[in-house]
C-alpha cells in the first residue's frame, strides 16, 4: 500500500495492488458522510475487435455488446443487484463509455456491505439463451427512442462525418441490427476477457479508511489469470468522411455539432495534452472570450453553447455544441476566431485568466466524491496520477498553448451537424 500525498490540497489517498491483480484506489475524507465506489474496466462500445494474448486468434463481436454486457451483470439467477443494494441503502448504477465501463454506488452507510454487492454482482456473471434475447428487445427499444434525441442525434452525426472506419462513429448501444447478433456466449467471451481484475480497478473516496476496503477485496476477489489485450482498429484515413449533413426532428430550435478532426497520434490520452488544449478552448471559446460573447449577445447562441476536447482511444477532435437558428453562421464565426487567433497570437492575460479559472475548478473537483473517484478511474487507465493535473496548471506556458493552437482546428478537417425542424 502506497500512500500519495498532495501539500497543496490538504489530501491523500492510497494505491494499492491487490493480490487478486485489481489495481485499487482510496481516498479517505475526513467529515464526509457518505462513500463512493467506482469498479471499472477498460472495455468500452469501441472494443469490437480484440485479441488475447493466451490466443492467435482475433475476435470481432458486434457493435454494442459492452453496453449490452453493463445491462446483463446486474441480473442473476435469485435477486438482481438493485434488488440487493435496496436492503443496504444504497444508490447505485453503471455507464459504458467509449473507452470503460463502469459500475457505481454511493451510501451514507452499510459500506461493506455494499462494496460486497458490487464486488460480488460484477465479479459473477450470468447470462442465458432467453434473458439475453429478451434484453435484445429492450435495447432495441432504448436505441430507437435515441434517434429521437437531438443533441444525441447531433453528436452521432458529427462522428460520423469526421470518421470514416473508427468505431466511435457508432452510437455505444450499437444498432437494432448488432445487437441483434449478440449471443450469451458472446456476452462469456468478452467478459472473460474484458473482466479480468488486471484490466479494471477500484476507487473508493469518502467516509472510508483503506483497511475496510482491503476487508472486503480480500474476501470477494480470487487471483486473476495474467492476460494481456491487444486491440484493433481500421486504419483511419486522415480526412474527414464528410462536412455537413442535417437531420429531421420536430422541434422548436435547431441543434448543431461543430467540430475539427485532429490527428490522433497516440492511443492512449496525454494528461499534459488534454490539460492545455483545455486552457485553449477556454481562451478561444469561455463565456468570457470574444467569440462567445459576440454570439450570444447576437443571439447566435444561448447558455447551452458548449466546448470538448474529445479523446480517447485513436480519435481526437474538438467540438462545439448548442442551439441555434443560424447553425452555419455559428460554425463561421468559430472558424473565423480561430484563424483570428492563429494569426494574432494568445493575449498573456487571456491565458493567465484561462488557466486561474481551469485550475480554480479542477481545485474545487476535490470536494466532489464523485468526481474524485470517477477522476482515478480515468488517470489509471490512461497511466498518469491523479494528482499529475495541479503541477501541470502551474507549469503550462502561454507559449506551450500557442504550439498547439498552430496544430490544431485545421478548418479543412471540419465538420457541421445540424438537427432541426
Known sequence: MREIKSAELGEKYYEIDHKSGLKIFVMPKANYASAYAVFGTKYGSIDTKFKRSDSEEWTVVPEGIAHFLEHKLFESEELDAFARYAKTGASANAYTSFDKTCY????SDHF??????????????????ETVEKEQGIIGQEITMYYDVAG?????????????????????????????????????????????????????????????????????????????????????????????????????????????????????????????VNILLEILAGDTSKLYTDMFENGLINTSFSKEYFIGYGYEAVTFDGESENPKVVAQQIKKAVKELKENGIDE??????????????????????????????????????????????????EDIENRLADMMNERYSALSVVKQ
Not at 494481456?228 to 464528410?242: G, K, L, T, V
Open 152 to 276: 444525441w442525434m447531433s453528436t452521432f452525426n458529427l462522428l460520423r462525418l469526421l470518421y470514416h472506419n473508427h468505431p466511435v462513429r457508432i452510437d455505444i448501444a450499437g444498432t437494432v441490427d448488432s445487437i441483434a447478433q449478440i449471443t450469451d456466449e458472446l456476452l462469456y467471451d468478452c467478459y472473460n476477457t474484458f473482466y479480468n481484475l488486471h484490466n479494471m480497478c477500484l476507487a473508493v473516496v469518502g467516509d472510508v479508511t483503506p483497511e475496510q476496503v482491503l476487508r472486503v477485496c480480500d474476501r470477494m476477489l480470487k487471483e486473476a489469470p495474467s492476460l494481456e489485450i491487444e486491440r484493433s482498429f481500421e486504419d483511419e484515413p486522415r480526412d474527414i468522411a464528410d462536412s455537413y449533413c442535417e437531420y429531421n426532428l420536430a422541434m422548436n430550435m435547431p441543434v448543431f455539432s461543430f467540430g475539427y478532426k485532429e490527428k490522433c497520434e497516440t492511443l492512449t490520452q496525454d494528461i499534459r495534452k488534454i490539460i492545455e
Open 104 to 107: 457505481l454506488f454511493q451510501c
Open 349 to 398: 492575460n487571456q491565458f493567465e485568466t484561462a488557466r486561474r479559472s481551469l485550475y480554480g475548478r479542477e481545485i474545487m473537483e476535490y470536494n466532489d466524491i464523485d468526481s474524485i473517484a470517477n477522476g482515478f478511474i480515468g488517470a489509471y487507465f490512461n497511466d498518469y496520477a491523479l494528482f499529475d493535473a495541479l503541477d501541470i496548471f502551474k507549469t503550462v506556458t502561454k
Open 112 to 129: 461493506e456491505a455494499s462494496l460486497e454487492i458490487l464486488l460480488d454482482f460484477v465479479t459473477h456473471p450470468y447470462f442465458t439463451k
